[in-house]
């Protein structure tokens, strides 16, 4: 794919780092940036290379600022329902990637922008950053998964407070509301803080992170008894993997874990 929208930075610690680009438009997505995400996530699943991604927005004013509504405002009835199942599965395929996605948000994260966010595993942000859902403003509705995400995030009232009104609110407010775990000043320390965090994320056994997320994952689908039937299957799982050998040996070794991923 030779892509336009999309800056990449990977590290030999397996540390990703994901901009998506196009400035011009506050990094809106549109279908050549939602393509190009799309191939990303679907052509890297399972690369073991990647123990977790950085997804930021380029520029100082925007993480993304929404779905494209130039690009929206023409679609018929079934152009729409394709368009939102598209975005729909692109962020689902994010949510369930093996390796964590750790969105930095450095500004606007509208619509499209907030559900994209929102698919991933932790939020971080810096103090300018802005998040809202302004569909209802436009004459439209969440469509990439907002008002089902939001609400198992925040709660009813929380999400519906949000989704009715087209409110943007701040990082202080993201962060009160349990969206957000931790706010930087300005951008160049929410990047490093970001990276600093998925430094440790990628020190992990990569096994036992993917399926812990895959653990939590699930949680929202299931009864506590089958989840907890599915975390005991996936702990037992892990007991026959070699990291799991080095990481208890290293302990009583008293040194560092080296894991391979297998
Ligand atoms: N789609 C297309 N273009 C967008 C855009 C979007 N979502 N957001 C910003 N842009 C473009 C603007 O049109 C403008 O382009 P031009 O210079 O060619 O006019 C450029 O980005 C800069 O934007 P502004 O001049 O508007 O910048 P601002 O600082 O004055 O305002 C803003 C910033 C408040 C974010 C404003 O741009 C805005 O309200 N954007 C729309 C946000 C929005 O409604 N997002 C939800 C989209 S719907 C959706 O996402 C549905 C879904 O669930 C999938």
Same mark, same amino acid.
């Given at each position: 794919m030779d892509y336009k929208h999309l800056k990449f930075e990977k590290r030999n610690d397996g540390v990703m780092i994901l901009k998506i680009s196009r400035v011009e438009a506050l990094n809106a997505l549109n279908k050549s940036v939602l393509n190009e995400l799309s191939y990303f996530f679907n052509s890297t699943?399972?690369?073991? @290379?990647?123990?977790v991604v950085v997804l930021t927005g380029d520029?100082?004013? @925007?993480f993304v600022a929404g779905a494209d509504i130039k690009e929206m405002y023409n679609l018929n009835l079934s152009e729409s329902v394709s368009f939102a199942k598209y975005g729909q599965k692109l962020l689902l395929s994010m949510y369930n990637y093996h390796a964590p996605i750790v969105a930095a948000v450095n500004g606007y994260a509208l619509g499209g922008g907030f559900e994209m966010a929102l698919c991933c595993d932790v939020i971080f942000a810096s103090k300018n950053a802005r998040f809202g859902f302004p569909e209802v403003t436009l004459g439209i509705i969440p469509g990439f998964g907002g008002t089902q995400v939001l609400r198992r995030l925040v709660g009813e009232k929380n999400a519906k407070y949000l989704i009715l009104s087209g409110e943007i609110i701040s990082a202080e407010d993201a962060y009160r509301m349990n969206i957000l775990s931790k706010i930087y000043e300005n951008q160049a320390d929410l990047v490093a803080g970001a990276i600093n965090y998925a430094e440790k994320i990628a020190k992990n056994s990569p096994k036992s992170v993917e399926l812990a997320k895959r653990a939590i994952n699930v949680s929202f689908d299931l009864s506590l008894e089958r989840g907890l039937e599915y975390e005991s299957s996936l702990f037992g799982v892990l007991f026959t993997t070699d990291d799991q050998k080095e990481g208890m040996r290293a302990f009583v070794e008293k040194r560092k874990a080296e894991f391979k991923g297998n």
């Open positions: 699943m399972n690369d073991c @290379s990647i123990r520029g100082e004013k @925007s």
